[in-house]
């Protein structure tokens, strides 16, 4: 079966300060890649999404990036973090069908920035 | 652009009874997909049960099913003899099909739904 991981679970970094959120999923190859931020009491909002190593999207332009070093691995970096980047950072991966496939969701990474 | 809204923030029910959470949702898209996510305390999101829109029977989980109404643009979660675990905020989600979908899950806000004892 598969599993997604996400580590740390929870993050507390300084303003300015450089970020680095990994997602790893197992189980599965060549999945599609997704990342997630979620403020407090709200839905989703698509960040990145990839279809394959180095093949990166960007939905929503930000501090923020993304790269995928290896095929089941998923990174979310900042150099310099904001106040507005605290929010639960979540990881989803699917079976790579034309993107129209279920979505399922790591544990998720609890960030806040101070 | 796609909106999904769901217009309960909070709701709750008594455990064993039945309850049902609204969502609607705006699209000119003909063909997509509709999901109800879970987010229990432990805010992992976890899948409860999807529609495909070209079909027209409404899905059904276990104690979970959905009431589908196309034409309306409405996607309603019931959720049957309810349990203590169902307490959590719960997700409607829409997904564009075909080449032009990049796989990004339009969500609505949320309802939490507590279940009393």
């Known amino acids: 079966s598969q599993t997604i991981h996400q580590w740390p679970a929870t993050l507390v970094q300084p303003v300015g300060s450089p970020l680095s959120l990994e997602c790893t999923v197992e189980?599965?190859?060549?999945?599609?890649l997704y990342w997630y931020r979620q403020a407090a009491g709200r839905g989703l909002q698509l960040l990145f999404y990839s279809v394959g190593i180095g093949q990166i999207s960007s939905e929503v332009p930000q501090n923020l990036s993304a790269s995928r070093p290896q095929d089941r691995q998923f990174i979310l970096s900042s150099k310099k973090l904001l106040l507005s980047d605290s929010g639960f950072y979540l990881c989803a991966w699917s079976v790579r069908q034309a993107y129209t496939d279920t979505q399922y969701f790591g544990p998720g990474t609890r960030l806040t920035v101070l | 652009a796609q909106t999904v809204t769901q217009s309960q923030p909070e709701m709750s029910v008594q455990e064993a009874e039945t309850v049902t959470l609204s969502c609607t949702y705006d699209?000119?898209?003909?063909?997509?997909?509709l999901f109800w996510y879970k987010q229990p305390p432990s805010r992992q999101m976890i899948l409860v049960i999807r529609q495909e829109a070209y079909k027209q029977q409404n899905a059904t989980e276990n104690r979970f099913s959905v009431n589908f109404q196309k034409a309306a643009k409405s996607f309603s979660l019931k959720i049957s003899d309810s349990q203590l675990g169902d307490t959590a905020m719960y997700f409607c989600?829409?997904?564009?099909?075909?080449?032009?979908?990049?796989?990004?899950?339009?969500f609505g806000q949320g309802t939490t739904l507590q279940v009393k004892p």
């Open positions: 699209t000119s898209e003909n063909n997509y997909y």
């Open positions: 989600a829409f997904m564009k099909h075909g080449s032009s979908n990049t796989g990004k899950l339009i």
């Open positions: 189980g599965t190859s060549n999945p599609n």
